[in-house]
């Protein structure tokens, strides 16, 4: 049998993704006791797990380093990759928004300046409005542009709004929903159909009980 390798990403969505292989019978016992490891094994069918940062979910997948992969579709926006997106597994839930400061003013003609990591979407999603923005690309903590001058307002992911509101900023605007979602590379789907299938089939049928 066909061995299919998945990447998955450190952080916040790990336990729910394991939770929802193990929903559908893959073992991921090793994976549960990951330690300082990357690479896990599991006893069911012929799969591994990789471990590595959400940006590299899509490299390695895009490179068949890994068949299927799970991350985040604000990074599928924000970068173009060579991959398939299959499933929207309706976990990690947030938003893209536009916060800033309670005294920004929306409607004045002056081009705004916007801070973000993310600057394909912000830079997609004002051009759609038909508004002409600076951006400035961030790589740490975007709340605080604003408070300090560098930016009129700042594009981010907000889960619960709690930092924004302790750095006193405002959701102005809600963009895109977030959500986790399944990858596959496309010459797997094609070289491992069946294998790549079983597991796309099974989490669909499991993820659409709980819609």
Known sequence: MERIQIALTKGRLLDETISIFEKVGIDCSELRQQGRKLIFQSNTYNI?????????????????????????????LENEKECYEMLDLNIGRCKFCVASIDSYEQNTSRRKTIATKYPTVASTYFR?????????????????????GLADAVVDIV?????????????????YDISARLIVN?????MKKEATFRIIDSIEKYVSTKV
């Open 48 to 76: 591994s797990f990789i471990l590595v940062k959400a940006a590299d979910v899509l490299t390695y997948v895009e490179h068949g380093v890994a068949d299927i992969g799970v991350v985040g579709n604000d990074l599928l």
């Open 128 to 148: 759609q409005k038909g508004e002409e923005v600076d951006i400035i690309k961030i790589e740490g903590s975007v709340e605080i542009a604003p408070l300090l």
């Open 159 to 175: 889960e619960t709004g709690r930092t924004l509101r302790e750095n006193g900023l405002v959701v102005l605007e809600e963009m």
């Open 186 to 190: 496309k010459a797997s789907l094609k």
